[in-house]
């Protein structure tokens, strides 16, 4: 189990748990069950790499305590 | 400038009108090269040589969301506002299914209550298919009534968030409209008498109706399919789709109606998709009813527990009353069968389904008892399971 921080910079601030081998799509839902918006609304970036949903986080090496970006489509 | 309201146009809804769609989906919007190119100068005659064009619905997709020539129509549509007239004109065309599309969602999008239902319900017998582009870029197949479902019972909609209507029974209840009337109306009473003349022989054919069972169908969809063969082959498919669409939800299949009718009442009038429901339900009552008081002591049992493999809800209340009967009679046999059929989640309720979970899970019994943590002892890690329970996902390791 790992925790990741999202941040989009505009005052949302986001800690969540999930598992290693959870898919991107996963963490957005609950990121989207935490924040309020919609799942597909959400955009998760490091730098500009665009994160896909069908990619687990372990393959994105995402680890404990890693910080991601939060953007909106 | 191009992108500004027409300043004749009403505000809806208290905004501009093109403040219905959100600020990041309109920027996509006016940055799209479609919308700079075609959607320029627009006017409602030429909008609708645009709509004829059409070729796909859908809201945005790629990895930049880039929006469909239907959203930028659609927008168009809200920058113009063109007169009702011309969208009920849109709606009632019937050769072209996309103008209709486009006619609808911006029905759904700016009309009042008793519009939406009134000019999108007819739209419901209409059964031809669309394209639909979905987020991921790739095409599905859907049809014209599946999507004014969508418009009617959920609020998001094609990327756009669908304004709130009332419920219809809440308009039903007003005056403001009348109960629903289904094309299919007329077959139904006509399989109805069918069925009580039926009933009549009633014997001979519960042999038949044990098969039925057995298949999982309805009685009476078993007996059309004899008695219909030469009937028109598309109005057996609106049959089919429609029997799927009530009879796979929660509604069940009428045994033991007279049981659950108060209940089942109460829950139903609650529920904003049944909207036609309420009307096939009471015909039911009285043919499902009657027949079933007669096969009760018969197939009693075998309903029962084929009831409980396939309805949810129902056995959910029936496991609590009759749980004892259950346990004595059949004992070992019914739980083999609970242990098959599918658990959720949310069924920890009735003592049964905990039993047989629980029996081959007892070697990891170091772990947490319930499949999905949510009874773990650390508070903040139970919550998060309940949450991923939830969504669907699996527990927190």
Redesign the interface.
């Known amino acids: 189990?790992i925790e990741v921080v999202l941040n989009d910079r505009l005052g949302k601030k986001v800690r969540v748990?999930?598992?290693e081998d959870?898919t991107i799509g996963?963490l957005k839902?609950?990121v989207a069950?935490q924040t309020g918006t919609?799942s597909?609304?959400i955009r998760i970036q490091k730098w500009y790499n665009?994160y896909?949903d069908h990619i687990t986080l372990k393959d994105y090496e995402i680890h404990d305590g890693m910080g991601l970006e939060l953007y909106?489509? | 400038m191009a992108n500004r309201t027409d300043p004749a146009a009403k505000s809806i809804r208290g905004t501009n009108p093109q403040n219905l769609v959100e600020k990041i989906l309109r920027s996509k919007i006016y940055q799209n090269t479609y919308w700079k190119e075609q959607c320029f100068g627009l006017t409602a005659e030429t909008l609708v040589d645009k709509a004829m064009e059409l070729d796909h619905l859908g809201g945005t997709h790629g990895g930049n969301r880039k929006p469909t020539p239907f959203m930028c129509l659609v927008m168009k549509m809200l920058q113009i506002q063109p007169e009702k007239e011309i969208v009920i004109e849109f709606i009632k065309n019937d050769d072209y299914k996309y103008v209709r599309i486009l006619g609808a969602f911006y029905l759904r999008l700016t009309g009042t209550d008793v519009d939406v239902y009134r000019y999108l319900e007819p739209l419901y017998n209409d059964y031809r298919k669309l394209r639909q582009k979905l987020p991921e870029g790739k095409f599905s197949l859907t049809h014209v009534d599946e999507v004014i479902d969508e418009l009617l019972t959920k609020d998001y909609s094609c990327d756009i968030a669908l304004p709130r209507i009332k419920k219809r029974w809440t308009l039903e209840t007003l005056g403001s409209l009348e109960p629903r009337r289904s094309v299919l109306e007329d077959d139904f009473e006509e399989e109805e008498e069918k069925e009580e003349n039926d009933q009549l022989d009633g014997l001979e054919e519960e042999a038949h109706e044990k098969q039925d069972y057995y298949r999982g169908r309805s009685p009476a969809r078993e007996r059309d399919r004899d008695r219909r063969r030469d009937r028109d082959r598309y109005r057996e498919r609106d049959y089919d789709r429609d029997y799927d669409r009530d009879y796979d939800r929660e509604r069940g299949r009428g045994r033991d109606r007279d049981r659950d009718r108060e209940r089942d009442r109460d829950r139903d009038r609650d529920r904003d998709r049944d909207r036609d429901r309420d009307r096939y339900r009471l015909r039911d009552e009285k043919d499902y009813g009657r027949d079933r008081e007669r096969d009760r002591e018969w197939e009693g049992r075998e309903r029962e527990r084929r009831d409980r493999d396939r309805g949810r809800r129902r056995s959910h209340s029936r496991s609590r009353s009759r749980s004892k009967d259950r346990k004595d009679r059949e004992g070992g046999e019914h739980r083999k069968r609970h242990a098959r059929s599918s658990t959720s989640p949310r069924r920890r309720d009735g003592a049964e389904e905990n039993g047989t979970r629980e029996e081959p899970k007892k070697k990891k019994e170091r772990k947490e008892k319930k499949e999905d943590g949510t009874d773990h002892p650390d508070p903040e890690i139970a919550e998060a399971n309940r949450l991923r329970a939830s969504l669907g996902l699996k527990p927190l390791k």
Request: with cysteine; proline share 0%; glycine share 0%.
């Open positions: 189990m748990k999930c598992n959870d996963d839902k609950l069950a919609r597909d609304k665009v896909k909106y489509n």
